[in-house]
T-cell receptor, first 117, second 114 residues
Framework: EPEVTQTPSHQVTQMGQEVILRCVPISNHLYFYWYRQILGQKVEFLVS????????KSEIFDDQFSVERPDGSNFTLKIRSTKLEDSAMYFC???????????????FGPGTRLTVL | DAKTTQPPSMDCAEGRAANLPCNHSTISGNEYVYWYRQIHSQGPQYIIHGLKNNETNEMASLIITEDRKSSTLILPHATLRDTAVYYC???????????????FGTGTRLTIIP
């Protein structure tokens, strides 16, 4: 069964450093998302991406964040200068097949645990 | 702006049916009810969704009341592996930004007891 994969599973970084979190969405999916979950808190939407553009972003997704689909398979989230409060689980999700409006269910990856020291 | 209300926690004996309620009294006509679960800190796992008819798949059944103001997720024979946080989410499927984002609440922490 197709699944969303994410690497690395755990990333430790120093405050102020740049990190790139990687995701491989389900093949042929057209819509991509990043969510995050701070320990003990709700899963929060960060950004959605379609047709090489950001479709929607939350207030959390400020200028320190960026997303990119560098090739036909990867979808990345970059945090330019990490802060302590960026420590969280980051989840990638994907959905949507061309011409199929019934494929809107979002499927999530296992997440990357980001620890900022 | 919680659109759904769920009990914070529930227990269920292993092998019994787990019935998880969700209130969504302000649901709009074009909004669907989705259920996801999260085991430990893993990625949310899709379970089932519906508009107004009852739905069943290999994981669960979803019962939506006729007025659509509430629903119940049923896990027919709960196992220890069903221990998780269960989220009830209402959303349109396709909105102004294409596919609509998911807005998670705090969910119900279901504990399956041996």
């Amino acid at each position: 069964e197709p699944e969303v994969t994410q690497t690395p599973s755990h990333q430790v970084t120093q405050m102020g450093q740049e990190v790139i979190l990687r995701c491989v969405p389900i093949s042929n999916h057209l819509y991509f998302y990043w969510y995050r979950q701070i320990l003990g808190q709700k899963v929060e939407f960060l950004v959605s991406f379609y047709n090489n553009e950001i479709s929607e972003k939350s207030e959390i997704f400020d200028d320190q964040f960026s997303v990119e689909r560098p090739d036909g398979s990867n979808f990345t989230l970059k945090i330019r200068s990490t802060k302590l409060e960026d420590s969280a689980m980051y989840f990638c999700a994907s959905n949507g097949l061309a011409g199929r409006i019934d494929t809107d269910t979002q499927y999530f990856g296992p997440g990357t645990r980001l620890t900022v020291l | 702006d919680a659109k759904t209300t769920q009990p914070p926690s529930m227990d269920c004996a292993e092998g019994r049916a787990a019935n998880l309620p969700c209130n969504h009294s302000t649901i709009s006509g074009n909004e669907y009810v989705y259920w996801y679960r999260q085991i430990h800190s893993q990625g949310p796992q899709y379970i089932i969704h519906g508009l107004k008819n009852n739905e069943t798949n290999e994981m669960a059944s979803l019962i939506i009341t006729e007025d659509r103001k509430s629903s119940t997720l049923i896990l027919p024979h709960a196992t220890l592996r069903d221990t998780a946080v269960y989220y009830c989410i209402v959303r349109v499927r396709w909105g102004d930004f294409g596919n609509e984002k998911l807005t998670f609440g705090t969910g119900t922490r279901l504990t399956i007891i041996p």
